[in-house]
């Protein structure tokens, strides 16, 4: 017996409960099938599916209830209004770190706006925050720096497709290993991996399909931290600034301490809308 594109939502949607976004997952997944955006599902609500679409979603939707992340099934992940190329081996862009964007943002065009400014970013995975600042502020240039060929691969189309190459150049390396010493920036900025080891096998199936070395920071999740704030103020310019994504009140202090014990000074964060502290940022004065 067939079945309208509704009820094939509403069974995709009962089928993945145990997510709270199950329904808007089961209209991406199906979106995705039938390569229609949500409007255009939505108008053909009580069309019939064909056979094959039906099985070709009832495949995606056992994909989902497995735990592989829904971009990694569709290609797809939306970040800052922009839509990103991604995929397995690839850190998936999370809401959280907008702010980390908009803070960045916002720090840029609160100084000259018309001047260069240089950005350095360790770990671009799929280009997200590099690709947000240039496409926000016309005068950024970066540098991106990730250990994992897998994502330098994933960042250069999502670059290209936003014809940005030659506002962001990729380095393959560990931290700022493929960096000169003696270039210099305005603004170093990061997400790096700051989930403690202890916290990795608590996960969902779903962020542990995600590349372990983008999550792991070691035993209290600072071991990158501490890299990129003790190496990083040797890259700065005078008053140049480092901004980090960080694991909320479990490491606001010791990351502010981190800040001032290595000459950074003016240190403030930025809390999430759920009050939860997020970025850290600090100047080289």
Do not use: H, W
Not at 198 to 213: F, H, N, S, Y
Not at 215 to 225: D, V
């Amino acid at each position: 017996m067939g079945r309208t594109i509704g009820e094939a939502l509403s069974e995709g949607s009962k089928y993945l409960k145990k997510f709270s976004s199950n329904r808007t997952e089961a209209e991406v997944l199906l979106s995705y099938i039938l390569k229609k955006s949500k409007t255009e599902i939505y108008r053909s609500i009580f069309d019939n599916l064909n056979q094959s679409d039906y099985l070709k979603y009832k495949e995606l939707l056992k994909k989902r209830i497995s735990g592989e992340p829904l971009c990694y099934i569709t290609g797809k992940r939306e970040f800052f209004g922009i839509e990103l190329n991604v995929a397995k081996g690839v850190l998936v862009p999370r809401q959280e770190t907008e702010i980390l964007v908009e803070e960045g943002i916002r720090l840029l065009k609160c100084s000259s706006f018309q001047t260069r400014k240089d950005i350095l970013e360790i770990g671009i995975g799929c280009g997200a925050i590099s690709i947000a600042l240039c496409k926000n502020c016309p005068n950024v240039f970066v540098d991106a720096v990730d250990i994992s060929e897998e994502a330098i691969c994933i960042a250069n189309v999502n670059i290209d497709y936003y014809a940005l190459n030659d506002r962001i150049k990729l380095f393959c390396g560990d931290l700022f290993s493929p960096i000169p010493p003696d270039k210099k920036y305005d603004l170093i900025i990061s997400n790096p991996p700051y989930i403690p080891e202890e916290r990795l096998k608590m996960l969902p199936l779903d962020v542990k399909a995600e590349p372990i070395i983008a999550l792991n920071g070691g035993k209290e999740g600072l071991e990158i931290i501490k890299k990129i704030v003790t190496k990083g103020k040797e890259y700065l310019k005078n008053n140049g600034l480092i901004l980090l994504e960080i694991d909320g009140s479990f490491q606001e202090s010791k990351v502010k301490e981190l800040f001032y014990s290595n000459s950074l000074r003016n240190v403030f964060v930025r809390k999430d809308l759920a009050g939860i502290p997020r970025v850290v940022g600090g100047y080289l004065l």
